[in-house]
């Protein structure tokens, strides 16, 4: 597995995780890097995004202000801080390579052409 997400768990409602992806075998120092969910019946959405460089980022409404994505291109590694989790953000938690530097203006584009990671469960109780 070249890209692998981790720390997901069980939280209660205004809790935090931080989660990782790794990405020990695969180059990711050019290219944006993005989490995505999935909930239960629901259509996967991509919620976070970070250029190559750190510098550019987006987020859902649904989790601005309360989500911040970082990455540290040394480690090949890309991070995703959840604070004040509700439950509704209850989901699989994916995180993608993107195939150009950018975040892609259009979140629509969001999904082509990017390399998929596993995903790691996050489930917030009430």
């Known amino acids: 597995v070249q890209l692998q997400a981790s720390g997901g768990g069980v939280v209660q409602a205004g809790g935090s995780l931080r989660l990782s992806c790794a990405a020990p075998?695969?180059?990711?120092?050019?290219?944006?890097m993005g989490w995505y969910r999935q909930a239960p019946g629901q259509e996967r959405e991509a919620i976070s995004c970070?250029?190559?460089?750190?510098?550019?980022?987006y987020y859902t409404d649904s989790v601005k202000g309360r989500f911040t994505i970082s990455r540290n291109n040394a480690a090949k590694t890309t991070y995703l801080q959840m604070n004040s989790l509700k439950p509704e953000d209850t989901a699989v938690y994916y995180c993608?390579?993107?195939?150009?530097?950018?975040?892609?203006?259009?979140?629509?584009?969001?999904?082509?052409?990017?390399?998929w990671g596993q995903g790691t469960l996050v489930t917030v109780s009430s």
């Open positions: 970070i250029s190559s460089g750190g510098v550019g980022t």
């Open positions: 075998g695969l180059t990711v120092d050019y290219y944006f």
């Open positions: 993608a390579r993107g195939p150009v530097p950018s975040c892609p203006t259009d979140p629509g584009h969001a999904f082509e052409n990017v390399y």
